[in-house]
């Protein structure tokens, strides 16, 4: 850590980040700094133990800590790629001036011909969704939950309750469940379960544990420790029903509401944001309003899948290598890409069209929906049209746009998904 | 008994086809559904003998950090995955550790080793 400089600066160590890092070194890149404020990288991964990661990546089933494990791996050992964990980055400025404070070097100040924000997302709180009642012990985000047993080694209790059917709140279901708790149920607002159909099967049918959905908590119990919870069915605007209510036992409540973008840093810095992804408008390279600032991950928009988050993060480092070695395009046509009908949103919002490439844009759907075309157009000029079966809010759907469809069509891009008609 | 028709969700991946299932006096005739032809062989797998992975955490003495996570080499039977949890929390390694090692052999004697998830170095 002597140097001031550097070709590329990642601010966040997890799956993008490193991903993003390997990436630009594959470009030639000669000096990436990867910055991480935990005390290791790998990030949220580290405490996803459980399986089913890297099927489109790495073309095997691995465990969160195994993936990262293979994305550290790809790193480790460049003498061109410098890590540094317990490091927390405080600032970064318009001339890509990063402001980072560790226990090691104090405050530093490094400047980066580009930058690459990777910092993922956080959970949502109780705070968030305004459950009323005392604030007493043993309401935790699932993810915190998961973080205390999954490597700190403890329990946060006995008798569980879930809130909302994320794939966090159903893993944790099964392991909680696996530990020996007792998971009384998992409730969720929607009239559909919100996590994988996957980790429905594997983590709450094979445990039998109740599923309750179109329903939410009123009341939490308890003033020093949680006892209970008041549940009740919700209305289709999603307000309980008087008369519903029921009450649960537990000691714990786990809440899985959701995930936000962490975008602090790039508010401050001044990053044109979208209202729906919470995250950065990017172009194809995922470049974000700020030349030689990219992002890439979570941080852009939630995935669910950690192997569409290296495939983002790898274009990023990528074009972000290319953008520090000058060897980016130029003369090109920026052109927006706008989600109508049922996508409720696309990445990325536009697109530079230069000697043309194949774009993969990545969407996701408002409501569940069976039949369902796909449309990409240009103007009038259909890009890509194709009928799925299913979409769900849950899974995000990518579209490859193929080079040759690309170039020219330098009129706004709309994408639609509609119901087929029967 | 005749035919029978049921329905699955393929958990080999995300996808989560749904699958459906003929069952001739209880023996799978046939599998539509799937995309893949992993999905077949899980609905097959699934109707006679349902297999999970199982990931877990086992303890670790003068590692980096308090626990190592750990996964079973290959799938076990479903009903046996509560009581090879149980096994695995009453475990201690030393560290280090490498990714792959195997840190449980033959667990209950079901043929298939634990293995661990991730490196592990000593605490610095």
């Known amino acids: 850590m002597d140097e001031q400089w550097y070709d590329i600066i990642i601010v966040g160590g997890g799956p993008a980040g490193l991903s993003a890092a390997y990436s630009a070194w594959m470009q030639g890149a000669k000096k990436i700094l990867v910055l991480e404020r935990d005390r290791e990288v790998g990030g949220i991964l580290q405490q ?13 089933e691995l465990t969160g800590p195994g993936y990262a494990q293979r994305c550290y791996d790809l790193v480790k050992d460049k003498k061109e790629i410098e890590i540094l964990v317990d490091t927390m980055v405080l600032n970064i400025n318009n001339d890509k001036i990063v402001t980072a404070v560790s226990p090691k070097y104090g405050l530093i100040k490094i400047q980066g011909k580009t930058v690459i924000l990777t910092m993922g997302c956080r959970e949502r709180t109780r705070g968030a969704i305004r459950i009323p009642g005392y604030r007493p012990a043993g309401v935790f985000t699932a993810g915190a939950a998961q973080r205390m047993v999954n490597m700190e080694g403890y329990l946060p209790g006995k008798k569980i309750v879930i809130l909302g059917s994320g ?16 998971v ?66 537990c ?34 390279h995922r470049e974000t309003s700020i030349e030689g600032v990219f992002a890439a991950g979570n941080v852009v928009h939630v995935h669910d899948l950690v192997d569409f988050v290296s495939e983002e993060a790898e274009i990023a480092g990528k074009y972000a290598a290319l953008k520090a070695m000058g060897k980016m395009e130029g003369n090109v046509t920026d052109v927006r890409v706008e989600a109508i009908d049922e996508v409720r949103t696309c990445v990325p919002q536009h697109i530079r069209i230069g000697k043309g490439e194949t774009i993969r844009l990545f969407m996701r759907v408002r409501k569940p929906m069976k039949r369902v075309r796909l449309t990409v157009k240009s103007g009038v000029n259909m ?27 330098y009129t706004d891009w709309t994408v639609s998904v509609k119901e087929e008609e029967a | 008994m005749g035919i029978e028709m049921k329905q699955l969700n393929c958990i080999n991946c995300p996808l ?35 297999q999970r992975m199982l990931t877990s955490t086992i303890h670790i003495e003068g590692g980096a950090l308090p626990l190592l996570p750990v996964v079973s080499q290959k ?46 170095d000593k605490r610095q």
Do not use: W
């Not at chain 1, 379960?193 to 594997?202: E, K």
């Not at chain 1, 890009?383 to 899974?395: G, M, Q, T």
């Open chain 1, 48 to 60: 996803c133990i459980h399986n089913g990661f890297g099927l489109h990546h790495f073309k095997e």
């Open chain 1, 184 to 249: 009384q149920a998992v409730l969720e607002i929607c009239p559909f379960s919100n996590g994988l159909t996957r980790n429905m099967v594997q983590c709450v049918y094979d445990y039998d544990i109740p599923l309750y959905l179109s329903h939410t908590i009123t009341a939490i119990h308890g003033k020093d420790r949680v006892t209970g919870i008041t549940a009740a069915k919700v209305d289709e605007h999603m307000k309980p029903i008087s008369g519903t209510e029921f009450e649960i036992d």
């Open chain 2, 75 to 120: 799938t076990l039977p479903k009903d046996r995955i509560l009581d090879c949890a149980a096994a695995l929390r009453g475990i201690t390694v030393t560290a280090p550790v490498k990714a792959g090692d195997v840190v449980v052999t033959n667990i209950l004697g079901l043929g298939i080793d634990i293995l661990a998830s991730r490196d592990m």
């Open chain 1, 167 to 182: 794939d966090i709140g159903l893993i944790m279901a099964r392991r909680m469940s696996l530990e020996g708790c007792k």
């Open chain 2, 16 to 50: 989560g086809c749904l699958l459906m299932v003929e069952l001739t006096d209880g023996k799978v005739t046939k599998v539509t559904g799937n995309t893949c032809p992993r999905g077949e062989s899980y609905a097959y797998q699934e109707m006679t003998d349902p």
């Open chain 1, 251 to 284: 000691d714990t409540l786990l809440l899985s509401v959701g995930l936000i973008p962490e975008n602090e840093l790039s508010r401050e810095l001044g990053l044109t944001m979208h209202p729906l992804t919470n995250g950065p408008i990017v172009d194809q």
């Open chain 1, 383 to 409: 890009l890509f049209s194709k009928v799925l079966p299913i979409a769900k809010p849950s899974e995000m759907i990518a579209a490859d746009i193929p080079a040759a469809k690309v170039n020219g069509h």
